[in-house]
């Protein structure tokens, strides 16, 4: 709900009248309401959960800890008597319930910690005496991360671009987007863009807007009332298109530049209510990346004074080099999270059937999306194996055969499974930007993702230097997640390469 609708909670009820308020874990300790004599606790919660392995996001619903009910417990007469309705037994209480809940640390990415630790010369992070300390995988992925983003190296120890990374209050992903925005003249752009991928949810959902026509039964009489909700369903639809179609219309296929437009576009509005209910978006998000924006501004111009002028809230519109840019920043800061089409894939698959929606057109992820054995159901063994388009995704309205061979992801998410169902449900991927794959063999360059292959066509040979064997040639360009599996081919790149001291060819560096 919108924030002015949310303080009515607050206000006193019309008289003769019971107030009923529905409320998430937020009312468990962040706030009192006045007036509350009693509590029905379900004893479930909806919390986002995150696999430390493959890195998939899913909403699940689950018991409770038992702190947690006795907070809820604890809402029940804070001004006044008052009493707590369980709606479970107490054996389900015993049984089910944990103690506490399980800390923050150990649900969500690390990366930023492990940076921040790495910047205080703490070589081994794995013995740093954390209160509650992640598993030991937990911390090897995020060291690994910050190979691929240049922040440490392969004896893991920080770097240069390191250090200049753990100086924003960021996840190092989003600033080394801003760190490429500076040494790319484009500074004022890459703050906005990552202040709106920094604030989740700026756009109202379709499910939200009763957008959708619902499904009577065949005995249904439509009324005059039918008729009324059709017509403004029909107009809210409309302008619901219009809105996101001219949110993206800098750029058709990326959904990172139609988050930075929505937020330029704000800058502009004389009244940012108004404009945010005409287009769709939240507020209060886009309230909140205007702010990070300004705060993110301040702190580059504390860090590198020549980098960026005074504040300006209102960008002119990028030019196209400028877009490209932008488009290549969003993909080196998310270099790891990229899939390829699986049509178009090394190895295509053969499908089940013949996707007739871009939402259908499955990909394969660089890292796997699912860890164990696939399922001998044909159709589950898809649904584990490949990841799909989110449906709010601006690619998800183009043609199948259109839709790039490369999609750069911010991260994927499992889509609720249908109630009473033990069936797979679709791993979504939230699209950031297509790259191409020359754009991928440049990004990659200098990180383990990146490999080459033997020498293909003519060979020359080159001057020694320092005494080794240099010689020029063409090569394929690997991208490979995982070690021992087959990567995939990117375009040749004309390279020098060098005689390393036990016989192997290294690049020494790539021919413009």
Avoid at 366 to 373: A, E, K, R, T, W
Avoid at 486 to 497: E, H, I
Wanted: glycine share 6%; hydrophobic share 40%.
């Amino acid at each position: 709900l919108p924030t002015h609708q949310q303080l009515r909670v607050f206000e006193p009820p019309p008289e003769g009248s019971r107030l009923i308020v529905l409320a998430t874990n937020v009312a468990e300790t962040s706030l009192t309401i006045p007036g509350i004599r009693y509590v029905f606790d379900c004893g479930r919660s909806k919390e986002k959960k995150y696999d430390r392995t493959t890195g998939v996001q899913s909403f699940e619903v689950g018991w409770i800890s038992k702190a947690s009910a006795s907070q809820r417990t604890g809402r029940a007469g804070r001004t006044g008597p008052g009493h707590c309705y369980r709606l479970y037994s107490s054996a389900v209480y015993e049984r089910d319930f944990e103690e506490y809940a399980e800390p923050e640390i150990l649900r969500t990415p690390i990366e930023g910690v492990v940076l921040q630790l790495k910047s205080m010369d703490l070589q081994h992070v794995v013995n740093f005496p954390f209160p509650t300390p992640p598993d030991r995988a937990s911390l090897a992925k995020a060291e690994k991360l910050l190979t691929y983003l240049g922040a440490i190296d392969q004896a893991g120890k920080i770097t240069a671009t390191g250090r200049e990374l753990s100086a924003y209050p960021l996840t190092p992903r989003f600033s080394r987007m801003l760190l490429i925005g500076q040494n790319h003249n484009v500074t004022a752009y890459a703050i906005a863009l990552v202040a709106a991928l920094a604030v989740p949810d700026i756009f109202i959902p379709e499910n939200q807007l009763d957008l959708a026509t619902p499904v009577h039964s065949e005995d249904h009489i439509q009324t005059a009332s039918d008729n009324t909700e059709a017509t403004a369903r029909e107009k809210r639809r409309k302008d619901y298109n219009t809105a996101h179609a001219t949110l993206s219309r800098w750029d058709r296929s990326s959904d990172a530049l139609k988050l930075l437009t929505a937020l330029c576009a704000y800058a502009y509005a004389s009244d940012t209510e108004a404009f945010c209910s005409s287009m769709f978006l939240r507020s209060k998000a886009l309230k909140e990346a205007s702010q990070l924006r300004g705060q993110l501004s301040a702190i580059v111009r504390t860090h590198k004074p020549g980098s960026l002028g005074s504040y300006v809230a209102q960008l002119a519109q990028p030019s196209s080099t400028e877009l490209k840019v932008l488009k290549q920043i969003v993909a080196a800061g998310f270099i790891d999270q990229v899939a390829i089409r699986a049509d178009l894939s090394p190895s295509p698959p053969s499908l089940t059937r013949k996707p007739k929606r871009a939402i259908d057109v499955p990909y394969l992820t660089l890292f796997p999306s699912h860890i164990g054995p696939y399922s001998p159901d044909e159709k589950e063994a898809e649904l584990q194996r490949f990841v799909y388009l989110h449906p709010s995704s601006v690619l998800a309205r183009t043609a199948p055969p259109n839709l790039p061979q490369y999609v750069v992801f911010s991260h994927l998410q499992r889509a609720s499974p249908a109630v009473a169902s033990s069936a797979a449900s679709r791993v979504r991927m939230h699209a950031l930007t297509p790259v191409s794959g020359l754009q991928l063999a440049a990004l990659a360059a200098g990180t383990p993702l990146l490999e080459y292959g033997k020498p293909i066509g003519k060979i020359e040979t080159l001057e020694r230097l320092d005494g080794a064997e240099r010689r020029e040639c063409w090569v394929v360009p690997v991208l490979v997640g995982e070690k021992g599996k087959a990567g995939w081919p990117l375009p040749a790149k004309r390279v020098v390469q060098r005689r390393k001291g036990g016989g192997e060819w290294s690049v020494e560096r790539v021919v413009e």
